[in-house]
């Protein structure tokens, strides 16, 4: 059934522990306190069961009360109402805090679920929880401390504010059989950076303005292994304009060095991102992979 907890949307690929991060709570009990911490959201948030158990998830919230208040003040009103509710799915980005004192940015995705206890009659009623789906938006870590500082400011909390528009723009469309929060991240946050990015240091190369907002593509290009394909179908290409020799075309196509310096772009994803480049370019160009993909 949609509603019960076998439907929970938990996936390996939304955290970079072994297990997702997710908890169950119970809305019917005072202050609707924890009753389960999956082993990866204790790695995400460095609390161990035995701390959090029993607990509202408020403990992951910043403990500097104006910063928490500045930056996830405009969401309490949307999860205090959502918890009081009996169905439905809230998805909001927040400022969380680990024990350590480290602070990071998360996608937390809430859904009212039922389970009924497997020994109970068949005339007792499921039990209902507050399924949380905690993700660490990881990738873009450094744009988003340039836009949003430790210290909020005006400019920082409205930038927020616009982000948290983007995906709630997108979380009507958005389905767990076709995409991750964490590819959802990646979406919202590019669109994002090249909106509220012109003022951010790490969206600047050499003075340029290029956020590195084309992760999602790249990662999948290197997932498919399409360079020694797309080199392949193209030799007759390479022939007509450059026409190397047999041992040039085999450094190229291996991507050994010496060979000719390739780019690959993918048009059809925002602001047309770098998603491959090979030794020969690097050296040619002076930038690392890490740099320019």
Known sequence: KKDDLS???????????????????????????LVYMSSGFEDLTGYWRAQGLGRNCRFVQPKDGQRNTMYNGPEFGKISDFCKQDEGELLTFL????????????????????????????????????????????????????????????????????LRMHFQEKINKFSFQMQSLHALADEVICEWLLKSGRDCRSCYIEGNFAPRIGLAPTRAFAQKSLYPDLMTASKEYFAAVHNPSADLFDKTLNDKEGGLAISIADPLAKDCPLV????????????????AL
């Open 95 to 162: 400022l969380a805090e680990r024990s350590t004192g480290q602070t990071i940015w998360q996608l937390l995705f809430l859904k009212h679920v039922y389970r009924k206890d497997p020994q109970s009659g068949e005339s007792d009623k499921p039990h209902h929880y507050i399924f949380g789906l905690h993700t660490d938006v990881y990738s873009q870590r450094e744009a988003i401390a340039d836009i949003l500082p430790p210290e909020p400011t005006e400019a920082s909390v409205g930038a927020l504010k616009e």
């Open 276 to 291: 491959f480049v090979n030794r020969a370019w690097v050296a040619l160009t002076g930038h690392p992979k890490e740099i």
């Open 7 to 33: 439907y929970c949307p938990v996936s390996r690929h939304e955290t970079n522990s072994k297990e997702a991060a997710w908890t169950l709570a119970d809305p019917k009990q005072l202050d609707c306190p």
